[in-house]
């Protein structure tokens, strides 16, 4: 079987599976969660060089966007994945977090890969991962950790079954995991704000700094961060000759819109590529928000930055058939419809199941504020019922700030696996200290039966839909509750 490119080239043919030195064992998917489960994350110093020394050995032929920032990572690889699949590839998609099972972070063309995949994908890895150890290299830099197997495991499958790809960064950038892999052509910085401060650096610049480390020599770069963290992401691009287009915020009657993108050194891009970054300027300046998939005014300037690298990767000379004609409007119009079909749980998610609510993984101080902004353009002049919870090394503080409003509602549970949560009773204090009525509840479920009594007691005056945010382990639970699972 073939499919096709948007220029009409063959992409890609059902491929035959090559054999691998490295001796694999069956697996069945509770063993390979199970395997995954055991290797845990890793807390040594962060660094590259046990990936790269794995790569040099089990090399993968990829063609991918790489996708990194504080927030927007998922949403921007989501629609990237989307607009390149409208236009006729077959795409591989890694994200992160998942929030019901691991097979989550493995998509091709925004369908999550089947168990038995999943489970066939990660005996190949544990066992190259055993080889790997057997030598001396191995030896001495030790096995594979959580993050990096399955790292490893989307190399693998999507080499296998894609034709390109779109890696999220896990953490960071320099040295993160995917910052191993050969074949990129983009790279995306959406933001950069404060968050993972203990193992980033504490202030905006240092964090800009760990992740200008995706930028890649002489290959074109995209960001939407802030007046505050683009000196060093020019910089780096600078000293590495890179093209690099900044969709600098501007503010429009108390929104963030963006102005024209300002360009860098796009004179070292090919002329097609100069030639769509011109087509696309005027009609991204028109983009609205009934022109996406995903919800919530923070969306516009995600589905830019996709937009700007899926036709920057599009028109690379590597991705461009000899010969073919293009047709700038028809590739328009196609980008358009992956931008309407993009769909991301957990992100401004409209959920009329079982409740009515708003789930929102926003867990930092630059999340919580898109999402007030986001609430308040959809509900002018409204109050909020918040379920609200967060992780203990999270700035709850800061986050709560930029959330909550004098007058909103917000219930705290205190949730199953509180020891690595954030104290609801400290939440419910802070909260109370910003002008909300704010209560602690023993569980999820008794949060949500509260909110939803108290918001049918309330005027107009407050949203007719709770928000439930803070985490994606809470977003987790309200999915599950949904779906009667719990």
């Known amino acids: 079987m073939a499919t096709y490119d948007f220029f009409g080239s063959v992409l890609w043919v059902s491929p035959v599976v090559s054999s691998d030195k490295a001796k694999t064992e069956s697996l069945g998917y509770g063993d390979a969660v199970a395997y995954l489960q055991g290797l845990g994350p890793t807390i040594e110093k962060p660094g590259l060089m046990r990936m790269q020394a794995y790569f040099s050995l089990y090399k993968e032929a990829l ?63 544990k066992a190259r991962n055993e080889e790997f150890q057997s030598r001396e290299e191995g030896a001495q830099l030790g096995g594979l950790s959580w993050f990096e197997v399955l790292t490893a495991m989307a190399a693998f499958y999507f080499a296998e079954n894609t034709t390109v790809q779109v890696f999220e960064v896990g953490l960071g950038g320099r040295f993160d995991a995917t910052n191993a892999l050969s074949g990129v052509l983009v790279s995306v910085i959406c933001n950069v704000d404060l968050d993972h401060v203990h193992i980033l650096g504490d202030t905006v610049e240092k964090i800009a700094f760990e992740k200008a480390g995706i930028v890649k020599s002489g290959l074109p770069i995209v960001t939407a961060c ?11 691009a600078g000293s590495l000759n890179s093209p690099l287009v900044w969709l600098k915020r501007n503010k429009v009657h108390g929104l963030e819109s ?6 860098f050194r796009t004179e070292l891009l090919t002329s097609l590529q100069q030639e769509g970054l011109t087509f696309l300027a005027a009609r991204l300046a028109k983009l609205s928000q009934t022109d996406l998939g995903l919800s919530g005014s923070y969306q516009r300037i995600n589905a830019a930055c996709a937009v700007y690298a899926s036709w920057l990767f599009m028109l690379s000379p590597e991705n461009l058939p000899a010969g073919k004609q293009l047709d700038f409007e028809s590739l328009w119009q196609s980008t358009l419809s992956g931008l309407r079909e993009a769909r991301w749980p957990g992100r401004f998610q409209l959920l009329d199941r079982g409740f009515s609510a708003i789930l929102d993984g926003a867990h930092n101080r630059l999340g919580a504020k898109a999402l007030r902004a986001s609430l308040e353009e959809a509900y002018a002049g409204k109050n909020f019922v918040f379920v609200f919870a967060c992780f203990e090394n999270k700035d709850y503080q800061n986050i709560l700030r930029e959330l909550i409003a004098p007058g909103d509602i917000v219930y705290c549970p205190v949730l199953s ?70």
């Open 258 to 263: 963006l102005h024209v993108p300002i360009l």
């Open 417 to 486: 696996h509180a020891r690595s949560m954030r104290s609801a009773e400290e939440l419910v204090d802070f909260a109370a200290s910003l002008g909300a009525r704010a209560k602690t509840s023993n569980g999820f479920a008794e949060a949500l039966k509260s909110a939803q009594e108290k918001r049918l007691s309330l005027s107009d005056s407050f949203a007719d839909r709770l928000i439930i945010t803070g985490s994606f382990s809470l977003i987790k639970e309200a999915l599950e509750f949904s779906e009667g699972v719990k």
């Open 63 to 125: 063609r991918f966007i790489h996708v990194g920032g504080t927030n927007g990572k998922g949403s921007v690889s989501t629609f990237c994945s989307a607009i390149l699949h409208r236009a006729g590839y077959r795409v591989g998609k890694f994200t992160g977090p998942h929030l019901s099972v691991f097979n989550e972070r493995f998509a091709v063309d925004d369908e999550i890969i089947a168990d038995e995949d999943f489970a066939r994908a990660l005996a190949v890895v």
């Open 226 to 236: 802030s007046d505050q963290a683009f000196p060093v992401l020019e910089r780096r």
